[in-house]
């Protein structure tokens, strides 16, 4: 039925004569408004909408057999014909797409949304896609995530999403997601841990009236729901006093969201803008967009930032796309190359998108470096060289593959047995660390599991280099069975495989790990090449050894075992990963008689010293022409300055790897920049070339000695092969494995055709012919795709070009100097201010352990933000238990050096401590 005013259920009606109280001490919650804040215009429409649930309850009411009945499954919704959930409905017109046009409705350029935030955003994006299966969390979970969001509970909240118990767009009782109750509640940090795993707001949400109505309705049919419960007990039911107050509940908590939604809908202002919009060119076709925090939330948190680019500087059309606010950076891709796109960003809260702010730039055109350059990518050429030479040996039927002898591969290396390095001649040994206890390493009695491989240390540079090249492709060692013995260049690499095929065999793989760049010369004349690799201990299944210390094989007073440390913390140092992003890298040569070596830094010693510039890799045209030209004279007009942010960070970072090295700060000036192109050794990772002055690189020494103890020099041939592996390993195999290849079929032909008589001399001239092109097409694909080599080539030219670092230092334009004192009641600052739900400022301070000084305790101290250093001694030697306030603390700045300086008592370090992060300085209580 519906009911046609609000008198027909309010709660102070009177019964007729027919009626009798059976339970008069059961009736509606006096403090019940049954309309709250709806009027009699509309009195008819929620009428209409309440119908559903009316049914939904008539329904149940038919089904009580006995005991207490079971509440209804099914959620209040508006109407039948809006039952879909916020995972399905379909996007609104404000989520990428475009936007009406006061003077053209054409679409300057589409773009494609990606970030690294892809849960978060899939999630907000998906609009119509189908809705995928997940496992239903139980009911008593969902409760609790409710509970945890309604009270603001951020830890329980995390604990479960983090397990996976339930899912972030849970839906209540009532239809609500849990980001929609944490809007309406204006829980900030619940709204960023929900966007954080992807949870979405009820897209119809974004019109406010439609939120209103809908809670307006989900209490209006609760109150008639519990208004049936009650008539019910009055005329005689029984079994009803349990589901009277779980529908006694739900209406209070129905109205709790209510009023807090219409009290914060009523306060709540338009926000500001983001701050710091940055543009950056992330491919030919794509821009990087990166924002900072929004200083003014307008009274309700921030949900989502709304993108505009357009063609024109006036956005007379232009697109736009509504993003989560967690969301720092993200990028659009496929727009025109070549085209200006300009930008703009505006928060959005509950009460709509506030004031746009242009990005800085204003705008950027899509572009790449490599359009000033002719140097083409060296990684696709490569590839696509490699590629067509295997080809090439597949047709002709040479493939490696089809030279294999399977029965001599199946005995391959059987000859050879575990030994100890007590005598003269090359040994090839493993170092099998564990990942998990570095300190331990596996170990065949006394020693690494070794082979001997030579008794004569003849050609060793030439053998060594054969090694190196196989470490990189072990499983082609058994390729090599079918070799010559009587030659004996073959007869020693044939040792070398059978050696490598031995240890695999008695190690249980294929994978031997990378060679150690340093052989170990032990005083009995013994020469050990170790190739070291972390593995999994419970994997490892070797035949007569196991995982002992380090310690235990360092007793035994060798070289191998005193470098042990050493040669485990390179293996686990070329692991060490490296983020994405553009990077300056520091070629630093010496000339020695050894050869030319390079410095390497020890903790990434396949990489060249190095410091982050930007997240962003890619380098725009504009930029290169910047850097190249240091003037800021570009040929599209207004684009003279887009050079001067990536010239500057450029600077700095420099400047920074410069000293690392040793070198005084002031030479750093002298260095000049690679401007011949950007080695570009990864899809997302590029690196701009330093090069030093030429007297204070180049120096002659039989044995060159690191600028610091930090790093170490290794043979350019060698870090030629590092560097490549490490960002290009598939590509690099392929090429040792041609290499290997090529050249042993050379050396076998040619000892086969000193061997051929008459007509057999022909094939074997055809395919002698045939490998030797291929193989010299090889080195020479090599030689144009090295990177370090022409670096260091033109490094030692005589006609050395580059661009001076002092040089472009004098043309960048100089950021604006931030002011070292902000007054007390500065709107900037107390807005930066870390705040917990509470309302309290955060300060972080540390402690220094009591068992070393190497070692800070955090501590977050709640305290105002205008508390001096004095007042924040005083607080933490009265929480902190072990600290002792007679002492005589006081408050001090560390850098990550560990010197340290003392701040005044006066000092305010609630307000300073975001300019003290930015520094890298901790707040230590000393």
């Known amino acids: 039925m519906a009911y046609q005013n609000a008198s027909a259920i309010s709660p102070g009606r009177r019964r007729g004569p027919e009626e009798h109280d059976h339970h008069p001490e059961i009736s509606l919650p006096t403090e019940f408004e049954h309309f709250l804040h709806v009027g009699v215009d509309n009195l008819e429409e929620v009428n209409d909408l309440c119908k559903d649930q009316q049914k939904v309850f008539h329904q149940v009411v038919e089904k009580r057999t006995r005991k207490l009945p079971r509440p209804p499954k099914q959620a209040v919704q508006d109407a039948p014909s809006a039952a879909t959930s916020p995972r399905s409905v379909s996007p609104s017109a404000s989520v990428g797409t475009p936007a009406r046009s006061t003077q053209s409705p054409s679409r300057p350029h589409s773009a494609v949304f990606t970030s690294k935030q892809t849960k978060t955003l899939r999630s907000f994006l998906r609009g119509d896609t189908p809705r995928k299966k997940r496992h239903e969390a139980s009911p008593s979970l969902v409760e609790q995530a409710v509970e945890a969001v309604e009270k603001s509970n951020i830890e329980l909240l995390n604990s479960l999403l983090e397990a996976q118990a339930v899912d972030a767009n849970q ?22 841990l929900l966007q954080l795993f992807g949870g979405v707001e009820t897209e119809a949400y974004s019109d406010p009236s ?27 039911g029984k079994n009803l006093y349990q589901e009277h107050e779980q529908n006694k509940q739900q209406c209070a908590r129905a109205e709790m969201i209510y009023r807090s939604w219409t009290r914060l809908f009523q306060k709540a202002g338009l926000p500001s803008a983001p701050t710091n919009v940055k543009l950056c060119a992330a491919s030919p076709t794509a821009i990087t967009i990166t924002l900072g925090d929004v200083l003014d939330h307008g009274g309700a948190v921030v949900t989502k930032y709304q993108i505009q680019w357009s063609a024109s500087p006036k956005f007379e059309s232009y697109n736009r796309l509504e993003i989560p606010a967690v969301t720092t950076e993200f990028t659009l891709e496929g727009l025109p190359d070549g085209q200006p796109c300009y930008v703009r960003v505006a928060s959005v809260n509950i009460k709509g998108a506030g004031p746009g702010v242009q990005s800085v730039p204003s705008f950027l055109v899509p572009s790449s470096w490599n359009e000033l350059s002719s140097a083409p990518s060296r990684v696709p050429t490569l590839e696509s060289e490699l590629d067509t030479i295997e080809t090439d040996l597949e047709l002709a039927g040479l493939a490696p593959e089809s ?67 196989l470490s990189y492709c072990w499983s082609f060692s058994k390729s090599m069975a079918s070799l010559a013995t009587d030659q004996a260049t073959l007869a020693k690499r044939r040792r070398v495989a059978e050696a490598a095929s031995f240890l695999q065999h008695v190690l249980n793989t294929t994978d031997l790990g990378l060679l150690y760049f340093q052989p170990i010369t032990e005083e009995s004349g013994a020469t050990i090449l170790v190739a070291v690799q972390g593995v999994n201990a419970a ?58 070596r390079l410095t390497v830094p020890k903790a990434c010693p396949n990489m060249v010293p190095f410091e982050l510039i930007r997240s962003v890799s890619h380098i725009s045209r504009d930029e290169w022409h910047f850097i190249k030209t240091h003037d800021g004279t570009h040929q599209r007009k207004g684009t003279a300055t887009h050079g001067s942010d990536l010239a500057q960070k450029l600077v700095a970072s420099s400047t920074k790897l410069v000293q690392s090295i040793g070198a005084p700060k002031e030479e750093a000036v002298s260095f000049q920049v690679y401007d011949h192109e950007v080695i570009e050794v990864r899809s997302d990772l590029s690196i701009i070339m330093l090069l030093p002055q030429e007297d204070y690189a180049m120096t002659a020494q039989a044995h060159v000695k690191p600028p610091t103890r930090a790093h170490e020099t290794l043979a350019l041939r060698s870090m030629e092969l590092f560097f490549w592996f490490r960002f290009q390993p598939e590509i690099t195999r392929q090429y040792a494995r041609l290499y290997l290849y090529t050249d042993n079929q050379m050396k076998q032909l040619a000892y086969e055709l000193r061997l051929a008589i008459g007509a057999e001399a022909t094939p074997i001239s055809h395919n002698l012919k045939f490998i030797t092109e291929c193989f010299e097409k090889l080195n020479a694909t090599w030689r144009a795709a090295q990177f370090l080599a022409d670096v260091v080539g033109s490094f030692r030219a005589s006609s050395r070009s580059g661009v001076p670092l002092g040089d472009l230092k004098k043309s960048v334009r100089q950021a604006p100097l931030v002011p070292s004192k902000r007054g007390a009641a500065s709107p900037l600052v107390r807005r930066r201010l870390t705040i917990n739900t509470r309302g309290k400022s955060l300060l972080t301070v540390y402690l220094r352990s009591t068992h070393s000084d190497d070692v800070l305790i955090r501590h977050t101290l709640e305290l105002s933000p205008y508390s001096t250093s004095k007042e924040v001694v005083k607080v933490m030697t009265r929480e902190l238990k072990e600290v002792d306030e007679e002492h005589g603390y006081c408050l001090c700045l560390v850098n990550p050096s560990g010197e340290q300086q003392r701040i005044a008592d006066e000092c305010r370090p609630v307000l300073l401590q975001e300019t003290w992060r930015e520094d890298n300085l901790r707040l230590v209580l000393v």
Not at 544 to 550: A, E, L, P, R
Request: charge should be positive; proline fraction near 3%.
């Open 210 to 236: 439609v939120r209103s109505r809908r809670l307006e309705v989900v209490l209006r049919a609760k109150q008639i729901a519990l208004g049936h419960i009650v008539d019910e007990i009055q005329a005689g």
């Open 403 to 469: 030279q294999m002898v399977k029965k001599a591969k199946s005995k391959f290396g059987s000859g050879a047995k575990l030994t100890k390095p007590s005598k003269r001649g090359l040994y090839l040994a493993c170092c099998w660390y564990d990942m998990h206890a570095p300190e331990r390493v596996i170990a065949s009695g006394s020693t690494l599991p070794m082979v001997l491989v030579d008794e004569e240390l003849s050609d060793i540079a030439e053998t060594v280099q054969f090694i190196q090249l």
């Open 171 to 192: 839906l209540d009782i009532d239809g609500h997601t849990l980001l929609d109750l944490a809007v309406m509640l204006n829980h900030k940090g619940c709204i960023r």
């Open 539 to 596: 994997d490892v299944r070797m035949r007569d050894g196991g995982f002992t210390t380090i310690a235990s094989l360092q007793s035994k007073r060798t070289n191998l075992g005193s470098g042990l440390s050493d040669i485990v913390d390179f293996g686990r140092a070329c692991d060490n990963p490296i983020a994405s992003g553009l990077y300056v890298g520091l070629v630093h040569p010496h000339t020695s008689l050894s050869g030319l």
